[in-house]
Each structure stands twice: as structure tokens, then as C-alpha cells.
């Protein structure tokens, strides 16, 4: 047995605190999550059940990658490994080709997925939510309440991957760490602004009249087609960067002020901004130094970045 990767977020409270492992068995692979804080082993525990609760109505193209076995003695669980790549990185790939289309299709693809898990809220999840919001100075966007709430808060596009074997998109996070449900349109906000956020660069540098961009919030981008999908309104954004705010501090170290993304100005360009880099060079960066060489933050957290890579220089070895 071969620790191919290991993972610890030591930015999580340690109550939190939880390391991922690809582990290579003779020719298979697993991947190994192992709870380092008390809490963290509770949320593990339940595992199974989350994957059967969340697995319930699912469109055939979408999965959730299947945990084998829970060990008690580690305080870890064992889940099937996804070989393929992330949504994210296809996402890139075409953007990259100027694959503008192909591009788009993608990221509807994942407000698709999103929208697979939500449901309506049992009256306590909604209880909870209102303590978990209840400092907000401002009313609750309308949309907020009255739509479909997800119990599953990580349903971002570097933690979806596309299986090379079965061609279905497989969640590979979906432990309940919230202990909530959150609401659907917040969901999609946050899969849009990781997503976004990660490609910054390559959106900010291929800007052109086929492809125009306009102010997300504060030095964010995003390409205008995009922006018409959920069409956040001024108001949601503003609440859910609080929630946002909300989450990360109730579950990390570090304390988090996303207030100031709020101010800016609404622009729309037609031409690269910013930065020097054109597509090739890009592509060329990206060859050179591969996946390993874009893990940009703990804060979002990039280890499934990395499986093709993984998968190319260590798993056919």
C-alpha cells in the first residue's frame, strides 16, 4: 500500500480537521478520509447515509463517489477513486481552446447538477438557517426562503469529476459539515464564484467581442453569457458573500471579511484586461508545470485539481 497524495486543511478549527489521502493498493486505487477532530469523525460516521440520502433521485448522469468501508480504529472512511478529470479543468481546457460554446455548455451543466440535490426544507432546516443568518441587517432576499433549499454545500466544479470509465459526473465531497440545509440560489452563487474565482486569469486574459466579461464584484470577472444563467441580483450577491463569510469562519481559523468585494463598478470588456499572458502561453504554462503548479489557496481548496495528474505520472507506474 502507496500514499500516492496526502491533504490536511489546517486552516479548518481542529474540531474540523480532516486529511485526504490517494492511496494505491497493488493496481487499484482509494481514496482515504481520516478525521482529526472530534467533530469532524461525527460527520464522517454518518457517511453512508449521506450518500444514500443524496444518491435518491439523481439524474442517471450524475453520481456520488461511493464510500467502501468506515474504520473505526482510524476514524476514517475509504471511498471508490473517480478517474477522470474535474468539470473545472474541461471547463478550462475549452475556454483555453476558445471553445467559447463548449464553455458555457459546461457551466450550465453545473447549475444542472446543482439543481439535481435541492428539495424543500423541513421546517427545522429552515429554523437553522434563521439563527445561522439572524445578524443580517438587511432583509433576506425574497428568492431566498421561498426557493428549494441543498443540503450539500460543496457542489463546486473542483469537486465534480467526469469519469473516463462510465462518462457521468461523480460529487466527490458531500459530508454534511454545516449540519443544514442552505438555500438552492446560494448553492449556485458559490459553484459560480469558485468557479470563476479559480479561472480568473485565463477569463480575465482571453476577453474579445466573441467572448465579453463584466464585473462579478470587486477584480471578479465573468463572461457575460454566464452572468444571464442565475442573474444574481445586487442584493443577493450581497447576502450571500455575508453567508459565505458566515460559513467560512464558523468552520476555519482565519476570520474572513468579503464586505469590501462588494464595492465596485459595473464594467463590460470586450478586450484582455489586467494581465500579459495570452491563450498559448497558457497552454504552455499548463504543460509545463501541470496541475501541481495551480494549488493558489488553501482557502479553496484544490487537491482534486490534481488527480490527472496524479493519474498520469504515478498510478500507470
Excluded at 439572524?134 to 469529476?161: C, M, R, W
Excluded at 463598478?265 to 491563450?279: G, M, P, T, V, Y
Amino acid at each position: 500500500m502507496k500514499i500516492l497524495l496526502s491533504k490536511t486543511k489546517y486552516y479548518r478549527r481542529e474540531e474540523y480537521l480532516l486529511q485526504t489521502n490517494i492511496i494505491k493498493d497493488g493496481s487499484r486505487c482509494f481514496v482515504v478520509k481520516k478525521a482529526m477532530g472530534e467533530k469532524a469523525w461525527d460527520i464522517l460516521q454518518n457517511t453512508k447515509s449521506y450518500y444514500k440520502q443524496n444518491l435518491k433521485g439523481l439524474p442517471k448522469e450524475i453520481s456520488l463517489a461511493k464510500p467502501l468501508e468506515l474504520n473505526t480504529k482510524n476514524k476514517s472512511v475509504v471511498y471508490e477513486f473517480i478517474e477522470g478529470k474535474t468539470l473545472e479543468t474541461l471547463i478550462e481546457t475549452d475556454l483555453l481552446n476558445r471553445q467559447f460554446n463548449e464553455a458555457k455548455s459546461k457551466y450550465e451543466a453545473l447549475i444542472k447538477i446543482v439543481d439535481s440535490f435541492k428539495g424543500k426544507p423541513k421546517s427545522n432546516e429552515v429554523k437553522g438557517f434563521k439563527k445561522l443568518v439572524a445578524n443580517y441587517i438587511n432583509p433576506l432576499p425574497g428568492q431566498v426562503l421561498s426557493g428549494a433549499f441543498v443540503q450539500i454545500s460543496e457542489i463546486t466544479a473542483d469537486h465534480i469529476i467526469k469519469s473516463s470509465k462510465d462518462d457521468r459526473y461523480h460529487l466527490i465531497d458531500y459530508e454534511d459539515f454545516l449540519e443544514t440545509s442552505l438555500p438552492e440560489r446560494f448553492i449556485r452563487f458559490r459553484s459560480e464564484l469558485y468557479l470563476i474565482n479559480n479561472l480568473q486569469q485565463i477569463i480575465q486574459t482571453i476577453a474579445c467581442k466573441e467572448f465579453p466579461i463584466v464585473t462579478f464584484s470587486k477584480q471578479l470577472y465573468i463572461p457575460k453569457d454566464w452572468q444571464k444563467v442565475n442573474n444574481f441580483s445586487e442584493k443577493e450577491k450581497a447576502f450571500y458573500y455575508f453567508l459565505e463569510q458566515k460559513l467560512q469562519n464558523y468552520l476555519n481559523w482565519s476570520i474572513l471579511d468579503l464586505k469590501p468585494l462588494l464595492k465596485y463598478k459595473k464594467k463590460e470588456h470586450k478586450n484582455r484586461i489586467s494581465l500579459k499572458l495570452d491563450a498559448q502561453r497558457l497552454i504552455n504554462y499548463q504543460k509545463s508545470f501541470g496541475e501541481l503548479s495551480r494549488i493558489k489557496s488553501s482557502k479553496f481548496y484544490q487537491l482534486w485539481r490534481i488527480y490527472n495528474k496524479v493519474k498520469e505520472t504515478v498510478i500507470k507506474n
